[in-house]
Nanobody
């Protein structure tokens, strides 16, 4: 069973940047065929899919709320997924999770996800 572990969260001021990482277990050949995604959940709100990337990294998808500010990428030699977040806003505050989506798109339907890493953005 695949395991995912996020890191890189923290507290920043509005306009600053953070880079999240997600380490996945399992054989790299399987990882490189697996679409990966990030979603977030703010307190009292439903989860929100924000970015996804195809197994080989050729295709990426973003929610409108993060398009142009966030970049999803992956290093299949390290089974690692990244989320570069620039121009952070207070509304980006929440718990961020990496996940395996059922369909490679922006959705909230996931097959597996990690424990999450918290991001706080102050104004």
């Amino acid at each position: 069973q695949v395991q995912l572990e996020e890191s890189g969260g923290g507290s920043v001021q509005a306009g600053e940047s953070l880079r999240l990482s997600c380490q996945g277990t399992g054989h790299s050949s399987a990882y490189s065929r697996t679409c990966m995604a990030w979603f977030r959940q703010a307190p009292g709100k439903e989860r929100q899919g924000i970015a996804s990337i195809s197994g080989g990294g050729e295709s990426t998808f973003y929610a409108d709320s993060v398009k142009g500010r966030f970049t999803i990428s992956r290093d299949n030699t390290r089974n690692t997924l990244y989320l570069q977040m620039n121009g952070l806003k207070p509304e980006d505050t929440g718990m961020y999770y990496c996940a395996i989506p059922r369909v490679c798109s922006i959705s909230t339907d996931f097959l597996a996800w990690g424990q999450g890493t918290h991001v706080t953005v102050s104004s």
